[in-house]
């Protein structure tokens, strides 16, 4: 008989790539708040998001009420969701890979490679999470060597030069776009995961891997760039990309290594598909028989 539940390792990959979904994406707003305090925002919002994501974990584990109207509410959110993640995307892949492609042509090649990649159910994007988590390892590490090149200590800042209320506004930003990601595992059940005692233990590695990930890439801007610098761009994160270019052996091949950036909105943008499509079909059952 075929195992239908999903894979500890499946479900971590896929709680990876949601943990670092809006971070190439949003980091720009961060910045803009927070200044040159962005990593102390960054920790303070990685900390909440560690203490809500166990609220997130308990709720998996509990029963919840099949109700038509609150799934419809639901989708209707996550519908909100998807249009602005979707529409960012765009954004993001025309800014920095296709500035002369049209911008709804591009929406309509993502829109459908999300359907696609959605259209079974979780196991399938789990696995393909899974697959891509041996994709992302390498390239990341390529850029981190790449992008050390470029390293300036003498950017090192005193911590706490921005205002209080920008720190804790930036916090709380990183927080939002954080969290609104990872809360789509409320809606993989539970029971449909194979060895469910070692579950938080397998989510919360992947979701602290995740915040690592967001730590190192900001910090290789941080030496890299000056705040001024960060804030004029939409995607500062693409400077890093671009400095491999003139500093890596792979030259040419630097935006291939960007690619890795594309796979955490992919995945969550599918996977909120899946979970609209769950609601609306009415097979949303998370009440566990244990």
Known sequence: ?????????QL?????????ASFPLFIRKVINISKS?????????CLLTLIIFKVILVLRKKVKPNNKYLNIFTSLILSLIFIYLLLETTNFIKDTYLSSGNFYSILILLLLMCIVASIREFKELASLSLILIFIFIPLFAINIIGSSFSLDL???KFPFTSDITNIIKGSLLFFIYEIVPLSLLLFIPYKEVDNRKKQDKYLYL??????LVIIIEYL?????YSTNLL???NYPFMLLINSLSSTFILGRLS?????YLLFSTLITLSLIICVVKQLMLNKYNLKIQD
């Open 154 to 156: 003498t950017y090192l």
């Open 1 to 9: 008989m075929t195992n239908k539940k999903i894979g500890l390792l």
């Open 231 to 233: 804030t004029s761009y």
């Open 255 to 259: 935006y291939i290594i960007s690619f």
């Open 12 to 20: 971590a990959s896929l709680t990876f790539f949601l943990s670092i």
């Open 220 to 224: 290789l801007l941080y030496f890299s």
């Open 37 to 45: 305090d962005t990593i102390i925002s960054i920790i303070f919002g």
């Open 206 to 211: 992947a979701l602290i891997s995740g915040i």
